[in-house]
């Protein structure tokens, strides 16, 4: 895959992850989008850091589908069921459940989360059934270079307590060749020469990296 083959909305989300991660928190970002396919929101995620425009930094629930929906103003945007959320990273718990709250009826995502995705939270209760939401994921190769920019954050930048070893032994089950890559190039953070440069600079690099890398977990 080629940069210039991602759809301008995927290629903001992943140079919103990689900023984020830069900034020092995990490489997670989300957008929306108007029923035109014009950006309205954007969010990163900002637990351990923080950035201008967010609704919430240096909290737990600073996360990057949070800091996106909280920009949407109700008296500007009456009708919001024909937009659409996009995330780099299946949403978890909080994340699903804001979604749900928005009244957006469109997700979009990357990646499959094992370990904290909670989409099948939807239509587990009788309030979860009343709104049906149409779900668009996960996306071939974006969700391998997801999971590996995710496993590298935490390998580089976070001391690896054994449930960040337990989330990532998760996510290898499904992602078993990005979780095989981060581990050895988060070895000597491979990664971080490249973080003076855009994404789309980094996004080759790590695709051959994927394609390349044979060996088992």
């Given at each position: 895959?080629?940069?210039?083959?991602?759809?301008?909305?995927?290629?903001r989300?992943?140079?919103?992850?990689?900023?984020?991660?830069?900034?020092?928190?995990?490489?997670?970002a989300?957008?929306?989008?108007?029923?035109?396919?014009?950006?309205?929101?954007?969010?990163?995620?900002?637990?351990?850091?923080?950035?201008?425009?967010?609704?919430?930094?240096?909290?737990?629930?600073?996360?990057?589908?949070?800091?996106?929906?909280?920009?949407?103003?109700?008296?500007?945007?009456?009708?919001?069921?024909?937009?659409?959320?996009?995330?780099?990273?299946?949403?978890?718990?909080?994340?699903t459940?804001?979604?749900?709250?928005?009244?957006?009826?469109?997700?979009?995502?990357?990646?499959?989360?094992?370990?904290?995705?909670?989409?099948?939270?939807?239509?587990?209760?009788?309030?979860?059934?009343?709104?049906?939401?149409?779900?668009?994921?996960?996306?071939?190769?974006?969700?391998?270079?997801?999971?590996?920019?995710?496993?590298?954050?935490?390998?580089?930048?976070?001391?690896?307590?054994?449930?960040?070893?337990?989330?990532h032994?998760?996510?290898?089950e499904?992602?078993?060749?990005?979780?095989?890559?981060?581990?050895?190039?988060?070895?000597?953070?491979?990664?971080?020469?490249?973080?003076?440069?855009?994404?789309?600079?980094?996004?080759?690099?790590?695709?051959?990296?994927?394609?390349?890398?044979?060996?088992?977990?």
């Open positions: 895959m080629e940069w210039n083959e991602i759809s301008t909305n995927w290629q989300c992943f140079e919103l992850a990689w900023e984020t991660m830069k900034d020092g928190s995990k490489p997670i989300a957008l929306v989008i108007d029923e035109n396919g014009e950006i309205i929101a954007e969010g990163k995620n900002a637990v351990y850091s923080e950035y201008y425009g967010a609704t919430v930094s240096y909290n737990e629930i600073a996360h990057a589908e949070v800091n996106a929906l909280g920009k949407i103003d109700n008296r500007v945007h009456t009708s919001r069921a024909p937009y659409t959320l996009y995330s780099t990273l299946e949403p978890c718990p909080l994340c459940g804001a979604l749900y709250m928005s009244s957006i009826k469109n997700l979009a995502y990357a990646a499959k989360d094992k370990f904290g995705g909670s989409l099948d939270m939807l239509g587990k209760t009788h309030y979860l059934s009343r709104k049906q939401i149409n779900i668009d994921g996960p996306v071939p190769v974006l969700d391998e270079i997801s999971i590996f920019l995710n496993v590298y954050f935490d390998l580089t930048r976070q001391n690896m307590r054994p449930s960040i070893v337990k989330l032994d998760e996510l290898a499904d992602y078993p060749n990005a979780v095989s890559l981060a581990r050895k190039w988060g070895e000597d953070k491979r990664l971080d020469p490249y973080f003076s440069t855009p994404f789309k600079d980094s996004f080759p690099i790590i695709v051959e990296g994927l394609t390349t890398n044979k060996s088992p977990v």
